[in-house]
């Protein structure tokens, strides 16, 4: 059964093969993505403090800053030296923060790669785990938002310092030297405890497990833990002077509780008596004895998890188990059909929530593929040691509720890939043709048919950050669509802007003093603004842009740019907005010139407004919204995000920005009506009928959208137009009615055109 374990060259060629198109399938995905990225949430206040702190603090102050955990809102140092040596080094665009967190997250799949391999795993249970955990849409956030970075390094100082902990540990079964890769052991784990946030503590407790575990017998659990005793005393230095400091939201323990200035030498000291506590008692312990402490420390681990997780309520002690398998069957769900999970989910929401579709198949599947797991390694139990109790911390430190957000995922993917992954290949293995041309094309069926999922799990990727893209980018939409406005005019005019001669008026900032009050950014300096001009641009230069400056007279070489409202007008005062402009010269032509009135608006149709040309990116048409937004329209769409910022956020920034996209939405709206009316005045009722229909995709409800298209200046004083306007009747609404009556195939003609 186990000969599949075993590869050939033919075999791991083909799994090379898939793994360098995944690869360059995901580097187009990638590309794509970030062609029309930007900002998001938390970075709106994060980016610019760390680039005001940088440009105004001088280098001891910085240095400080950046090795201290405090204050709170700043998060871990690693976090902080991240944001602070990515605009140093390589400047503000956000392209570069992702640049740098997909690289440390595909390290993150070779560490995970090697771990598996070096505990006793086939090259494909090896590859395949690296593959899936690779592609995994369910944790794409991690790498994709900036800020979730604390979370991937994490994973990734795990992952390393268990390769080097099981390299030192061989070395020494084996006899041979290993005081090199011991001190690198050390240092790497003191690095980590440095920088990351105190979720590294799983890494110890893994560690010691597999000592107690793993070990030969008591005498080899005894020496081990004697080795690597210098490891745990690292966590009594700056992980508990960060949990001192700033306290831990996620365990319910804020700092205050540790106000004395005794704290740290007090738990220094417990930390440092119960470590060498235990090493008495594994001292101590005979063969029997060592046996209860395995035992007991089991039963510390889950009996802390029932705690934490039942809180004393039987119910969901009975639960339990439920509980304990939901992540799995839900991330096999996921993963099976991520492309459903993206349409399922709800687009308006923020920090890309996850939920996890659970059924009795996949709960099933993933019970059949957790055995397969433990069967594959059944003669090497460290793998399933590091996994089991790596699972149980995260369960700890992780209440999967449904949904999670995004990030989160990354500390429980390296597990779900491993298990999945060997249960897969368990399973298969009874399928063992005798011939050697059946068994590659066994291998080449297996390869196409998981390379095929994990290709879909990227597409998903792709697919669910454009469906919330707006909800994740809504405050700074203005900023967006001013930026690239003023982008397409630099392309019209031919002259290259120079930033320091350049002014922009009017521009409404982001009131960082009353959003984020910690932060000691002045809204005043259109931090946000500056960032996202650098990446429309790409020109760090940008950042020297006036923005709201008196403008000084005498110099004509001056380019000058003022807002107002949906109108982005240029030195002259004409609107720069091609759109906009196109559609109020068609509607100031009808009732004069018709032919060129219908010419003008068609021109503006085939232009687009910004949002539409934010939204539907790539070939996206209109018809394509309803991939975006499912029942309702798109000014529905766009309210319900904007009470989800209501709710956290307030005051003129909203208001502007609401009023600014309904204005682009009315503006479409009434130039598709009249191109209707203009095609049924020139006789073609078909064209006529297909404008008219449009209008559902924007206001889905045909007697609001009537009465309020009565209500404007140009048709409210038109007898034909309001006479064309009762000729129509709610059939032509054909959107949301027919809503129930999109197919599979609808979507999948979609995604195919999209993707190519």
Not at 166 to 180: F, N
């Amino acid at each position: 059964m186990f000969k599949m374990f075993k590869s050939d060259n033919n075999s791991k060629g083909m799994y090379y093969f898939g793994g360098v198109c995944l690869f360059i399938s995901f580097c187009i995905m990638l590309y794509k993505v970030l062609s029309n990225f930007y900002y998001e949430t938390d970075l709106w206040w994060y980016i610019p403090t760390m680039f005001y702190h940088l440009h105004t603090m001088p280098k001891g102050e910085l240095i400080k800053l950046l090795i201290l955990p405090t204050p709170v809102m700043y998060a871990i140092p690693f976090l902080k030296i991240y944001a602070v040596g990515v605009l140093a080094f390589l400047g503000p665009q956000i392209v570069n923060f992702i640049y740098v967190s997909v690289s440390i997250f595909f390290l993150c799949s070779f560490l995970l790669f090697f771990l598996v391999k070096r505990m006793g795993g086939s090259f494909q249970i090896s590859f395949l785990s690296a593959v899936v955990f690779a592609s995994s849409y369910v944790h794409f956030q991690a790498y994709m938002w900036p800020i979730a970075i604390q979370h991937l390094i994490i994973v990734f100082f795990i992952l390393l310092t268990l390769n080097l902990y099981l390299i030192t540990d061989s070395y020494v079964e084996k006899g041979v030297p290993y005081r090199k890769f011991y001190v690198l052991t050390l240092a790497v784990n003191f690095l980590a405890t440095a920088l990351c946030r105190i979720n590294i503590i799983m890494l110890p407790v893994i560690i010691f497990a597999h000592i107690l575990f793993c070990s030969k017998d008591k005498k080899g659990s005894q020496i081990n833990y004697n080795r690597w005793l210098p490891l745990f005393v690292t966590y009594l230095f700056y992980p508990l002077f960060t949990l001192i400091s700033v306290g831990d939201h996620k365990l319910g323990l804020p700092a205050t509780i540790f106000s004395s200035r005794l704290s740290f030498p007090i738990l220094f000291l417990l930390g440092v008596t119960g470590i060498f506590l235990l090493k008495g008692i594994l001292k101590l312990c005979n063969e029997k004895n060592i046996k209860f402490v395995k035992g007991f420390f089991l039963l510390a681990l889950i009996g802390g998890l029932c705690c934490l997780r039942c809180q004393g309520d039987i119910l969901k002690y009975l639960m339990l188990p439920y509980a304990v398998l939901f992540p799995f069957a839900g991330s096999l769900g996921v993963f099976l059909d991520p492309i459903q999970n993206v349409l399922g989910s709800n687009s308006t929401m923020f920090y890309y929530p996850i939920y996890l579709p659970v059924s009795m198949f996949t709960a099933a599947i993933m019970a059949f593929f957790i055995v397969g797991f433990i069967k594959s390694f059944m003669r090497k139990k460290g793998l399933i040691v590091i996994l089991f109790i790596w699972y149980i911390l995260v369960l700890f430190r992780t209440a999967f509720s449904n949904p999670t957000d995004s990030r989160y995922f990354i500390y429980f993917t390296p597990i779900f890939s491993v298990v999945f992954s060997s249960g897969l290949i368990y399973g298969y293995s009874f399928f063992n043709p005798g011939k050697r041309f059946l068994r590659i094309s066994k291998d080449v069926f297996l390869v196409l048919v998981i390379f095929g999922f994990c290709f879909m799990n990227i597409s998903a990727i792709r697919l669910r950050m454009w469906r919330d893209k707006l909800g994740n980018t809504f405050c700074i939409y203005d900023y967006i669509r001013i930026a690239n406005i003023i982008k397409e005019d630099e392309r019209t005019v031919g002259e290259r802007i120079v930033p320091q001669n350049t002014y922009i008026d009017n521009v409404v900032a982001l009131p960082i003093e009353k959003w984020w009050g910690f932060s000691p950014v002045d809204s005043r300096g259109y931090y946000n603004f500056r960032l996202l001009l650098t990446q429309v641009f790409n020109n760090k230069e940008m950042m020297k842009v006036n923005i709201n400056k008196k403008i000084p007279l005498g110099n004509k070489d001056y380019r000058i740019y003022s807002i107002e409202g949906a109108r982005v007008n240029n030195k002259e005062g004409k609107n720069i907005d091609a759109f906009s402009r196109l559609f109020k010269e068609g509607e100031g032509e009808i009732g004069f010139n018709d032919q060129e009135a219908k010419h003008l608006l068609e021109m503006a149709i085939r232009e687009k407004p910004f949002l539409l040309k934010y939204l539907l990116e790539g070939s996206a048409n209109l018809t394509d919204l309803r991939w975006l937004y499912g029942d309702n329209d798109l000014r529905i769409w766009v309210n319900k995000i904007l009470y989800r910022y209501m709710d956290g956020y307030s005051g003129d920034k909203l208001d502007s920005l609401n009023m600014l996209i309904n204005q682009e939405i009315d503006e479409y709206v009434q130039c598709l009506f009249y191109l209707s009316y203009l095609n049924y005045l020139l006789g073609d009722i078909e064209k006529s009928e297909y404008w008219f229909s449009r209008i559902g995709f924007f206001e889905s409800n045909y007697n609001r959208a009537i009465i309020w298209l009565r209500e404007q200046p140009l048709v409210a004083k038109d007898k034909k137009m309001l006479s064309f306007l009762n000729n129509f009747d709610n059939s032509l609404w054909s959107f949301n009615s027919n809503w129930d009556r999109i197919g599979f195939l609808d979507f999948e003609r979609f995604l195919l055109r999209w993707e190519i």
